[in-house]
């Protein structure tokens, strides 16, 4: 009974180390999930920097 108890034991520690490691196919998902947002970036600030600027422009032209 001893022996049965300690085998499911070292099983179950076996897996969760396994299930801690971060693993390359967790990478691998990482960077598809990031290239495109880091790719994007510039273009979505300059896309909200532009839409300000014009914003600004636009109300100035107005007190006018």
Known sequence: ??????KRKERSRRRQKREEAYTWGDILFDVVLWVP???ALPFRLLYY???????IFGYILEVI
């Open 49 to 55: 920097f532009g839409r300000l600027i014009f914003k």
């Open 1 to 6: 009974m001893w022996e049965s108890w300690e």
């Open 37 to 39: 947002e880091v790719l």
